[in-house]
């Protein structure tokens, strides 16, 4: 019994210690700056680097956040990227919700616009974000786009951000 009440005193310890680590990076009035690695072809905010048979595709981007309370961001994002045929302008509003201060969950409009065109997409994502102190956090994220043009499909995503907090 006994030793069972000491493994759950440090089980709540430990959690309450990660609960008081990771809030204030989340708390009200702080500001995330991220870059996140993905696919170029939902014209998402992202650094990316693709060569294939003599083409190559890169794009570059970032997105900042505000939290107007503790745990929700609003967040907007710009980038840039280039197929070799075609350079585009990319563009993010949204929000991200994180749950229990480490679990963020998102949802945005993102879009592309480039000679002759533009698409968009209804964004959402969830990760886990893997604090390494108190201004930086790694965020493996799994992400869905779903396309808002008629015949658009929806894209599948896996990312790895990287977010510094003030």
Known sequence: MKKLLVAAMMVFGLAANAQE?????????????EANTG?????????SL???NGNTAWSVGAEGGYFIIDDLAVKAG?????????????Y????????????????????????GGSTNWLGL???YAYFLGENLSIKPALRYNIGLEDGQKGVFQGLIGFALYF
């Open 125 to 127: 994502q969830g990760g």
């Open 39 to 47: 696919s170029a072809t939902t014209g998402n905010t992202s650094f």
């Open 50 to 52: 693709t060569s294939s």
């Open 92 to 115: 993010k509003i949204g929000a991200e919700y994180y749950i229990i201060g480490q679990i963020p969950v998102g949802v945005d409009f993102t879009g592309s616009s480039y000679t």
């Open 21 to 33: 680590s990771t809030s204030s990076q989340t708390a009200q009035g702080k500001i995330v700056i």
């Open 78 to 90: 710009l980038g840039y990227g280039d197929n070799g045929t075609t350079d585009s302008f990319r």
